[in-house]
T-cell receptor, first 115, second 111 residues
């Protein structure tokens, strides 16, 4: 079956702009989680969506937001971009059986560069 | 906090065995995952531990001690293609599918 897809793969923006990233999960998966990966901080959890509802949220400012559609596709938005937002943004999909083994499959990521 | 600690870098020789350690806070522990990430690629799942003991999967094995807050990933018969970053990630109760990751161990396999 097809894996997790993310678009776009690369993005260059300037400070103050906003950006929207898209993630299409594996067919049948209802949970989509977003992570930010930087060399210094590693992978950090942004939020998780399950059945169109945000189920968990990490410690990121309100400039980072997301949503999930009825087909489980998810988008994340970053407003008023800062230089420090430059990172690889990864989404991961899973069945969403919280509390049990629920392997997360990662997409290839979107490399965001903020100038 | 929910710090996940693992060594930053390790170097090993092709054909050898290497053990990558991971320690975590035991309070609220739900399960532990190991992922492999090659440079420029997405993390890929290696193993999952929830009970004490060793889980073996081919050349890779993962061990967990819940009481000690300790896990290791054991890679046998190392190959050059095993050069990658190895990520330890923990799920905690009440966190849904949220995974808390360590910063990763960069493994370099040399001839």
């Amino acid at each position: 079956k097809a894996g997790v897809t993310q678009t776009p793969r690369y993005l260059i923006k300037t400070r103050g702009q906003q950006v929207t990233l898209s993630c299409s999960p594996i067919s049948g998966h209802r949970s989509v989680s977003w992570y930010q990966q930087t060399p210094g901080q590693g992978l950090q959890f942004l939020f998780e969506y399950f059945s169109e509802t945000q189920r968990n949220k990490g410690n990121f400012p309100g400039r980072f937001s997301g949503r999930q559609f009825s087909n489980s596709r998810s988008e994340m938005n970053v407003s008023t971009l800062e230089l420090g937002d430059s990172a690889l943004y990864l989404c991961a999909s899973s069945w969403g059986t919280s509390g049990m083994r629920d392997e997360q499959f990662f997409g290839p990521g979107t490399r965001l560069t903020v100038l | 906090g929910q710090n996940i600690d693992q060594p930053t870098e390790m170097t090993a020789t092709e054909g050898a065995i290497v053990q990558i350690n991971c320690t975590y806070q035991t309070s609220g522990f739900n399960g532990l995952f190991w992922y492999q990430q090659h440079a420029g690629e997405a993390p890929t799942f290696l193993s999952y531990n929830v009970l004490d003991g060793l889980e073996e999967k081919g050349r890779f094995s993962s061990f967990l001690s819940r009481s000690k807050g300790y896990s290791y990933l054991l890679l046998k018969e190392l190959q050059m293609k095993d050069s990658a970053s190895y990520l330890c990630a923990v799920s905690f109760t009440g966190g849904g599918n949220k995974l808390t990751f360590g910063t990763g161990t960069q493994l370099k396999v040399e001839l």
